[in-house]
Nanobody
Framework: QVQLAESGGGLAQAGGSLRLSCTAS????????LAWFRQFPGKEREFVAV???????DYAETVKGRFTISRDNAKNTLYLQMNTLKPDDTAIYYC?????????????????WGQGTQITVTG
């Protein structure tokens, strides 16, 4: 089974950019659907973006046009490029994997999760 670990979180100013990475260990990374979710204090995890195994991408309306999800199967890594950051993007960001390969906007459809990384946007 794939295991996931995020990196790249931290502090950014409003209008700035950050790139998150999610590195996977284990086999069959390329067959997984991969996604990013985020969680605000006291809230359920919220869908951000998903990229399935055939390359179909979906974004939440709140990040469309600002965030870009991508994957490098040769490096077993998922990315989230975040541009034009807003204070409302402040949250813990999680990467997630769905072994079926299809993915969805629902957190319950994902069976593998990273530990999360904090993003804080000031200004």
């Amino acid at each position: 089974q794939v295991q996931l670990a995020e990196s790249g979180g931290g502090l950014a100013q409003a209008g700035g950019s950050l790139r998150l990475s999610c590195t996977a260990s284990g086999s069959k990374f390329s067959t997984y659907a991969l996604a990013w979710f985020r969680q605000f204090p006291g809230k359920e995890r919220e869908f951000v973006a998903v990229l399935n195994y055939i390359g179909t991408i979906d974004y939440a309306e709140t990040v469309k046009g600002r965030f870009t999800i991508s994957r490098d199967n040769a490096k077993n890594t998922l990315y989230l490029q975040m541009n034009t950051l807003k204070p409302d993007d402040t949250a813990i960001y999680y990467c997630a994997g769905d072994w079926t390969g299809w993915g969805s906007r629902s957190a319950s459809g994902f069976d593998v999760w990273g530990q999360g990384t904090q993003i804080t946007v000031t200004g």
